[in-house]
């Protein structure tokens, strides 16, 4: 995060992230159905998409990252490119430089990268 707030000219003090995982627990919603219920949930999701206007997904990885394969996760992808909302996808700073580092190394490393 510190890496994108540096990129984006953010002063870190000063930006504020939304992040769903701790405002909606996505597990008593939609298995327990103790809130609202799922189909409430995906508009809350959508308003405060829009509401706030813009995605910045964290990915752990370059290869495999885990974020692809959470079934919300993609939910936010899709929700997002049906609203309009611009999404930023950004790496910790050891998996930036690990991909910087393959690219680098020309087309074997974009080879690797393809796998």
Known sequence: MRMWTEEEGLDPRETFLYMCFFVNNQFRILVEKSQAGSDDLGAVFEENLQRIGKVVALLDHWK????????????????????????????????????????????KGIKRMRR
């Open 64 to 107: 495999n990252p885990r974020y692809l394969t959470r079934i919300w996760t993609i939910f936010e992808q899709f929700t997002a490119e049906k609203l309009g909302v611009p999404v930023t996808m950004i790496l910790a700073r050891e998996a930036a430089e690990e991909l910087i580092a393959e690219i680098d190394q020309g087309s």
